[in-house]
């Protein structure tokens, strides 16, 4: 049988994203209702080398559902890349007596906390992260957020660019994975997307869709690109150049990673640190929580890191195809 576990810890790392603070509590007060001590550690793997650890209790949680960000701080670390890092990591916890650690993040962090694992210390790990690129899982925290967020903000974009008779090129987040990118595309009804998945994308194509889309009467052209493709600016003077339409460039940043988390980041979120602490109290360790096929799961942390992903070869034809609002001649 497994041994009573008495102290956790929870931390976020990595990028931040709207709902991690829904998780954290969920953390909390799940240990605290089954007779758990819970310790918050700030700014991610970089607090638990350098012990920045405190205690929460459930008033330390209270109004933070609804908050973008997170309230423990969240850091890049290279040093828990190093094994004195880890050691030092490792450490802390043993100073604190934290038997199990969750640690809501994207891969990277899942890679930081199997090496706490293989010293003892219990670990799960949540997907929290807006680019919804781990692979294990269909739904990460942040992302339903960020989408919508990026949306709105594109559907606003988009009102001028139609005033103007404009192009627009809006870039969204998305370094190397095009999901927030390829649902904007849908949901934004983008003339065209550009993924990072599909790097080789072709210029001379997007110039040409606009000059046809002109021609059949569409006052503005909207195109997507994600961040992974990036050089937004110097697209738009090209375009403008080679059209000799009006082409502006809109980077929407970091305003995708804030913002009040949606009904949908909320409930996940906090079903998720649920099941966390209930997997340590079943003394499971090396786990990450996902979900797939409409249920939530969870898988050893190396089986999940081993899985791939790719964006939707249907959804990304779809796309672009729903744009149109001319007849094709028939060919
Ligand atoms: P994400 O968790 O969103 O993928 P990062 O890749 O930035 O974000 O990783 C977050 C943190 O996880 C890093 O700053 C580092 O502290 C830790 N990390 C990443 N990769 C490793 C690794 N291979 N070994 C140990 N820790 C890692
Ligand atoms: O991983 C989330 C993310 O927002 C990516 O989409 C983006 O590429 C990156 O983080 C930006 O990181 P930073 O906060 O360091 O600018």
């Given amino acids: 049988m497994a041994q009573k576990l008495k102290t956790i810890g929870v931390l976020t790392s990595g990028g931040d994203a709207p709902g991690m603070n829904a998780a954290v509590r969920a953390v909390v007060r799940r240990g605290l209702s089954h007779g758990l001590q819970v310790k918050g550690i700030l700014r991610g ?14 008033k330390d949680v209270s109004d933070i559902i609804e908050r973008g960000g997170t309230i423990l701080y969240t850091a890049r670390c290279p040093e828990m890349k190093t094994e004195e890092g880890v050691l030092r990591a490792v450490e802390t916890c043993r100073r604190h007596g934290i038997e199990g650690l ?54 606003k974009v988009r009102d001028t660019s139609s005033s103007h008779e404009r192009c627009s090129i809006i870039e969204v987040m998305g370094r190397d994975a095009g999901y927030i990118a390829l649902w904007c595309g849908i949901a934004n009804g983008a003339e065209d997307i550009l993924l990072p998945e599909k790097y080789d994308y072709d210029e001379q194509k997007i110039i040409d869709n606009i000059l046809e889309n002109r021609r059949y009467g569409k006052t503005h052209h909207i195109v997507v690109n994600a961040e992974g493709i990036g050089h937004s600016a ?15 460039a809109t980077i929407l940043g970091h305003m995708q990673r804030g913002g ?19 997997l340590l109290l079943q003394g499971k360790t090396r786990r990450v929580v996902g979900y797939k096929d409409g249920e939530f799961v969870d898988y050893d942390i190396d089986e999940a890191l081993a899985m791939t992903k790719g964006i939707s070869e249907y959804q990304c034809e779809i796309a672009v195809d729903l744009s149109h609002n001319y007849l094709k001649p028939i060919a």
């Fill in 45 to 58: 793997y970089d607090g638990l080398i350098n012990d920045e650890v405190k205690d929460l209790g459930p």
């Fill in 102 to 155: 969750v640690v809501i993040g994207g891969d990277g962090s899942y890679r930081g906390a199997g090496k706490l694992a293989n010293h003892g210390i219990n670990v799960i790990g949540l997907p929290g992260t807006i680019d919804l690129d781990i692979s294990c899982t269909e739904y990460t925290i942040g992302f339903d957020t960020a989408v919508n967020t990026a949306m709105q903000a594109i559907d």
């Fill in 234 to 248: 110097s697209m738009a003077r090209r375009i403008e150049a080679a059209t000799g339409i009006e082409t502006r």
């Fill in 260 to 278: 009040s988390p949606t009904a949908k980041d909320r409930v996940y979120a906090s079903t998720m640190g649920c099941m966390a602490v209930d």
